[in-house]
């Protein structure tokens, strides 16, 4: 099994930053992928960021140029590096783990942007 916990979240202002983690039970580099995702009230979850075992990353279009997604392997941690964010970055952030052939999710931070 894989265990997840998020952190970072929080409320900040248009333009501003946030780095969310999300630490993980076991080591990153044996998980297949790990991404982050969110979930905007009244919308699906959707994928933000990714990032394989390989180190190859992947970003949805309405955050490239704006997230990155990071890994330190001796935390055992993903990060998510949001800039520039805009109120339509307002959702609830799900950290995911694909190991053997199951998804793991961790509780979910929240995440606003509003003056």
């Known amino acids: 099994q894989v265990q997840l916990v998020e952190s970072g979240g929080g409320l900040v202002q248009p333009g501003g930053s946030l780095r969310l983690s999300c630490a993980a039970s076991?080591?990153?580099?044996?998980?297949?992928?790990m991404g982050w995702y969110r979930q905007a009230p009244g919308k699906q979850r959707e994928l933000v960021a990714s990032i394989t075992s390989g180190g190859s990353t992947t970003y949805a279009d309405s955050v490239k140029g704006r997230f990155t997604i990071s890994r330190d392997g001796a935390k055992n941690t993903v990060y998510l590096q949001m800039n520039s964010l805009k109120p339509e970055d307002t959702a609830v952030y799900y950290c995911n783990a694909e190991w053997l052939y199951r998804s793991y999710w961790g509780p979910g931070t929240q995440v606003t942007v509003s003056s």
């Open positions: 076991r080591s990153i580099f044996s998980i297949n992928t």
